[in-house]
């Protein structure tokens, strides 16, 4: 059975930090690329960044770029998102993704970011 779970969200204040993880089990890890999204309230689920499936290659949207890190570990099945100097505007439910010719979601988890 392919499980994504995804923890590490909270409530945190305007200029913290707080680290993602997400474990996946079911499926050959190493062989998928892994993304984080989020979707804040009324608005469409936004790219937030990729790693490729060796961890050689990241990418990330502009508007976290230098404050957010994707890391992985393939030998413990897990995907990072370390998020720094976080906004309120970072405020969303985060998800991650594995993909290559198939494509599997998390629940998601929520981050909060207000004073």
């Known amino acids: 059975q392919v499980r994504l779970v995804e923890s590490g969200g909270g409530l945190v204040q305007p200029g913290g930090s707080l680290t993602l993880s997400c474990v996946a089990s079911?499926?050959?890890?190493?062989?998928?690329?892994m993304n984080w999204y989020r979707q804040a309230p009324g608005k469409e689920r936004e790219l937030v960044a990729g790693?490729?499936?060796?961890?050689?290659?990241?990418n990330y949207a502009d508007s976290v770029k230098d404050r957010f890190t994707i890391s992985r570990d393939n030998a413990k099945n897990t995907v990072y998102l370390r998020m720094n100097s976080l906004k309120p505007e970072d405020t969303a439910v985060y998800s991650c993704?594995?993909?290559?010719?198939?494509?599997?979601w998390g629940q998601g988890t929520q981050v909060t970011v207000s004073s």
């Open positions: 993704n594995a993909k290559n010719r198939f494509s599997f």
């Open positions: 079911g499926f050959t890890f190493s062989s998928f690329a």
């Open positions: 790693i490729s499936s060796n961890g050689g290659n990241t």
